[in-house]
């Protein structure tokens, strides 16, 4: 290996890294408010990438049918809950008319712009707008009935939910991999090292990103209700900051950063409609590394899996799932070391 | 009172019907199981083998997670080392070492070499994820499975992603099993065997064990439970289970390839168990069928329906799996379950069962429970400052003071569920400080909690029976194998003698959490005593007691201390305190502010201060 390989594995690592560093920040967010693991995670990623595929192929994705499916069944899910018991109502009547425009908004775009041409600025946005509200959707019809629930039953919904979208993603997607066009097809070069425009694209967005759920959970004061919600439910929910409405956002966020890993990796590598899964695990093995609660432990472990990924596929590439799944076993055996002996039982 | 007792007041009627039915129930089912080879298409034949493979991770699953609360994607990889294992054994692939060379082509020593090695693996993934929170082991299985399946993929020496063919059928006394309907008896003899083996560990004093997983491992530890071993021994249950499945597959196929094993099956497994559910060894088989035959009939019309070919039928499973939960979270036999008689578990009592060896009591007066200048932070709060505390044999000692003094702090420094910040705890002058709570038991100490800590689906009888945990020795083998059931007479008579001894004799097969909250307190005084103590730390013993359960509360606490049984109550019932103890311990801002008998305490300024407020001059 000489200096330049050297450098190229460490962009794809650091890339890669940053956009799991992403992922485990936002499963780490999600954690600590719901409770769930998110599994699904990754689902957001290969539906953003593929997408934003179809709509550079200008092709009128059929997603926009799944976001008018779950508006509707969420719809109906408001209705007949109104319907049991008539509080509320007023409150949500906005949302349920919000429920019912918004797909049909949606439909109209993707079915009359010409997509292929928008500039990427608006391919993205779309994407997101299709993708972001399916975040919050899924935590209304799958996770708010059972909301109480042990951690374990939310888990295993989670994976239920995961095993559903992945199928989903088939039928919508197709079994064919896509790949989209570099956001920046430049190269820089700084001092006498050539570095490609897509990996800083990607640490641009990843930082901002990052920069901006920070700012969010720290000066904001719906931050700051997330982060109470994430500490103490129970207190939070005594304060009036409803556990729906965490919930809800914290979905919304997990969504919007899914979606947005996979505009930033489908330049990088092709992605299937099943490929989201292995992407977020990695995402899982930095929140392990952070114990699941740490945001900077977390994302820095993430960093050092894209980096590990990237140098084993050079030196050993049939072995580099295999090394970066056994990564896990020493840090979870430091977890291990370090913990309580019996830890007070799960909320 | 004498174990005999318990032969005149338990309501035995009705119970031996029922469990004749059972037996002809289990009958049926195996007749059924024998004849159906002989009497559907091979085609049901292949498909009630599948049902059976399935069934037997879904069974080791369900001991997992539905009874231990704790859950595992890995199975299927477990399965894929019982198959690889013979697959690379038994074909002579892999080549064993010239002095093991007998131990080449044969199936069953294959079986044991995958056992093996399932149980190694176990126990370091084990070791590795069971201290640490429930969500751990699931992630480490993720990866353990997802790890293992990209092994088998690379090793050319397995035949890469295309797999190995040629693997020999299994003999049984000289019979090659060959056909699909030979290999069909001995897939559900394992099966049959595996469903016993577990129902039989479940009513045993380990399977008690590991149901009060569930209700948190506080409880379990203070019960004398060690709760890593348990945790352990049922994931080592549920792979070994994956593993032999493994094997039989291996030898049904004599062909293996690594996508039988990926996490995909793994996911499945768990849905089988999940839905199935209600920790019912029956649940399992139940959930195996349903997947197995729901999987089968959409991969026939999703495709078609859809206009393309595809794995659709997981948008299915996922979408009812998430129902399922949603409306009944104890799975498909929840739901079968309401329209069957109860199950009858320890519906009777051992008559004459020897009572247990008894711990000596020390003698009246000697100092049991010793507290030094026993200090508690967290963080710039000071909870306990410089606790001392004395209790000695045959005295009821009261540990009051107003909301936030500290009390509850101090209780678990005692009991072991928390480490003194400084300070010394010494039980019958052994340091005990960060001991933990398992080991404090041991040396006679018992408990209550505040926050009552049942197991509420278990019956009154059950519940007190982990308390004597400790006092049996027998193992899960043992238990497995129904080699315990003279020392589980004897436990379950203990238990049946403390229930009477609280006055819950009537409630003594009822679900514990049908009782009312001041029953549910008494019981947890019952299940402390199952565990003869010598010291008994009780944590509002009175709270939601009417005032003749009180009274009886009362007479029991002094029979007991003129046992010779040292008392730590926290209380706030003033009333009940006063007319009881025999010395009083008053707390304020972490701190000792007076100690005496009741009659001074109750004159002390400070504490009227502490309770009242100060008065203005």
Known sequence: MNAQIAVLLGQDGISNGAIYALLALSIVLVFTVTRVLLIPQGEFVSYGALTMAAIQAGQPSAIVWLLALLCAGSAAVDVAQVLMRSERAPALRWAFAGKLLYPLVMIGLVYTLPLATLPMALQIALTLALLMPLGPLLYRLVFQPIADAPALVLLIVAIALHVSMVGVGLLVFGPGGASTTPLVDAMVEVGGVRIKGQTLCVIAVALVLIGALYLLSNRTLYGKALRAAAMNRMGARLMGISPVFAGKATFFLAALVGAMSGVLIAPMTAIYYDSGFIISLKGFIGSIIGGLVSYPIAALGAVAVGLIEAFSAFWASTYKEIIVFTLIIPVLLWLSLTSRRVEEDEA | ?617
């Open chain 2, 1 to 617: 009172m004498t174990s005999d007792l318990a032969s005149e007041t338990l309501p035995a009627h009705g119970s031996r019907a029922k469990t004749h039915g059972a037996w002809l129930a289990l009958g049926i089912f195996v007749l059924l199981l024998a004849l159906a080879p002989m009497a559907v298409p091979p085609f049901y034949v292949t498909l009630l083998n599948y049902i059976g493979l399935y069934g037997l991770v879904a069974l080791g699953l369900l001991l997992l997670t539905g009874v231990g609360g704790l859950t595992s994607f890995g199975q299927a990889a477990f399965v894929g080392i019982g198959a690889y294992t013979t697959a690379a054994l038994s074909t002579g692939v892999v080549a064993v070492p010239a002095t093991f060379a007998w131990a080449q082509h044969s199936p069953w020593i294959a079986l044991a070499a995958g056992l093996l090695l399932t149980l190694a693996v176990a126990l370091v993934l084990g070791a590795l994820t069971l201290r640490l929170s429930g969500h751990y082991l699931p992630l480490g299985t993720i990866a353990w499975g997802m790890a293992l399946y990209y092994l088998f993929g690379t090793f050319e020496q397995l035949g890469g992603q295309t797999g190995m063919a040629g693997i020999p059928p299994i003999s049984v006394f000289g019979i090659k099993l060959e056909s699909a309907n030979q290999m069909y008896y001995l897939i559900w003899a394992f099966v049959l065997v595996a469903a016993l083996t577990t129902q039989n560990l479940l009513d045993s004093r380990q399977g008690r064990a590991i149901r009060a997983l569930k209700g948190g491992r506080v409880m379990a530890e203070a019960m004398g439970v060690d709760t890593a071993r348990s945790r352990l021994v049922i994931f080592v249950v549920a792979a070994l289970q994956a593993c032999a499945s493994g094997w039989l597959y291996a030898h049904l196929q004599r062909f293996v390839n690594p996508s039988p094993f990926s996490l995909q099956y793994g996911i499945e497994y768990l849905f089988m168990a999940v839905v199935g559910g209600a920790g019912q060894v029956w649940g399992a088989l139940l959930g195996a069928t349903v997947i197995t035959v729901l999987k089968q009939w959409l991969q026939d019309i999703l495709p078609a329906l859809l206009g393309r070919a595809g794995n659709f039928e997981v948008i299915v499973f996922g979408a009812l799996l998430i129902l399922l939960l949603q409306r009944s979270r104890s799975g498909l036999w929840g739901l079968v379950a309401r329209f069957l008689p109860k199950a009858n578990r320890a519906r009777t009592l051992p008559v004459a069962a020897d009572s247990l060896p008894r711990r000596e009591m020390p003698p009246r007066g000697e100092l049991m429970l010793e507290a030094k200048a026993v200090t508690r932070r967290f963080g710039g709060l000071v909870a306990n400052d410089a606790m001392d505390l004395s209790l000695h044999a045959g005295e009821i000692l009261a540990l009051i003071g107003p909301n936030g003094a500290g009390k509850s702090t101090m209780f678990n420094q005692l009991s072991g569920v928390d480490k003194p910040t400084s300070g010394q705890v010494l039980l019958r002058g052994e340091p005990v400080a960060g001991r933990g709570s398992r080991a404090i038991a041991q040396l006679g100490l018992s408990r209550s909690f505040q926050h009552v800590r049942l197991m509420p689906e278990m019956s009154v009888l059950e519940n007190v029976a982990i308390g004597a945990h400790q006092r049996g020795r027998r193992g899960v083998l043992a238990a497995a194998w129904r080699l315990d059931r003279q020392e589980e007479a004897r436990l379950l008579a203990e238990a049946a003698r403390q229930v009477e001894r609280v006055g819950l004799g009537a409630h003594m097969f009822d679900e514990a959490g049908s009782l009312a909250l001041g029953q549910q307190r008494t019981l947890e005084i019952a299940r402390a005593l199952a565990s003869d103590p010598c010291l008994l730390l009780l944590d509002e013993p009175a709270a939601g007691l009417r005032l003749r359960e009180k009274d009886a509360l009362g007479e029991l606490l002094r029979r007991l201390r003129d046992e010779g049984m040292g008392i730590l109550l926290v209380e706030h019932d003033m009333d009940f305190v006063m007319g009881l103890v025999d010395r009083v311990v008053v707390m304020d801002f972490g701190q000792k502010i007076a100690e005496g008998r009741p009659e001074e305490v109750q004159q002390n300024p400070a504490v009227l201060e502490a309770y009242l407020g100060g008065v203005d001059e």
